[in-house]
């Protein structure tokens, strides 16, 4: 039961306007993602660290992650 409620609850959160503009700034940088991904699953999280790190470093980055970890706290998610 608590993992329908999870998975429900990060659905909704996915499809919030915040997380639609993290997917936004994101896919600026799409070739950069995707391969960061494929490192990160291959046991090398280093460029997926720095994406990150360069994503939290902006202002418009740092304001999306912040409220989206409210709203995942608010449906608790953490």
Do not use: C, H, T, Y
């Not at 994101?26 to 950069?32: A, E, K, T, Y």
């Not at 291959?42 to 409210?70: C, F, H, W, Y």
């Amino acid at each position: 039961m608590e993992f329908e409620k999870n998975r429900e609850a990060i659905a909704q959160l996915a499809k919030s306007s915040d997380a639609q503009k993290l997917r936004e700034l994101l896919q600026r940088q799409s070739g950069q993602v995707k391969q960061a991904a494929q490192q990160a699953a291959a046991g090398d999280p280093a460029q997926l660290m720095a994406i990150m790190d360069q994503l939290m470093r902006s202002k418009e980055g740092a304001e999306l992650v912040d409220r989206i970890g409210a709203q995942a706290k608010k449906a608790g998610l953490q």
